[in-house]
């Protein structure tokens, strides 16, 4: 620490960006559900509820992001496809860069509860054109709180033997 200020901000190297939360991975789905600026806790929530939903959800969907998608894709194909197969919708948003390019990542909103779930099951991994994997992820409101698991998870296994007894309790002392 014998160093001023103006040394040790000399001495550290020039041109190394630390994470802006663009690269993809959680950020850029982050930024897709606009918490990039919440708190570490809704961050972490959402993080966590984009993952949990990498399977089917527990909860029934009613919201998917779409993504690797080709370029030439529009909102009204990616509508006539979800609304023809698996249901209402209420709103397609595909996402575009600065210079008005499609991303490939489209929000899609059904009218129905279950049906992002019907949609993920239907269509995630599903090849377009022969060659390129569509993916689909459920998107699961963290403030919205899962359904109660069922009784029949909660209750505990069936014994599948007695217990034998133990060697004292079948002494007999008389």
């Keep these: 620490m014998d160093k001023s200020l ?3 901000i000399s001495s550290r190297p020039r041109g190394t960006r630390r994470g802006t ?3 993809g991975g959680a950020g850029a789905k982050a930024q897709l559900l606009g918490t990039t600026g919440a708190n570490p806790a809704t961050r972490a929530a ?6 949990a939903a990498g399977t089917t959800s527990a909860q029934p969907a009613d919201k998917i992001i ?3 998608l080709p370029t030439d894709v529009n909102e009204v194909q990616i509508r006539e496809l979800f ?4 249901g209402a919708l209420r709103d397609v948003t595909l996402h575009y860069d600065s210079a008005g ?9 059904f009218q129905r509860k279950g049906d992002g779930t019907l949609a993920y099951q239907q269509y995630n991994n599903r090849l377009i054109d022969g060659k390129r994997p569509m993916k689909i992820e459920i998107v699961v409101d963290p403030a919205r709180p899962a359904p109660p698991a069922s009784l029949v998870s909660r ?3 069936a014994a599948s033997a007695p217990a034998a007894p133990d060697a ?3 002494r007999c002392v008389h």
């Design 6 to 8: 103006d040394e040790v």
């Design 21 to 23: 939360g663009r690269r």
């Design 46 to 51: 959402t993080a966590g509820a984009i993952k």
């Design 66 to 68: 779409v993504s690797n």
């Design 83 to 86: 609304s023809t197969t698996v």
């Design 101 to 109: 390019r499609s991303k490939g990542v489209a929000a899609v909103h």
């Design 155 to 157: 209750v505990a296994p």
């Design 168 to 170: 004292r309790s079948a």
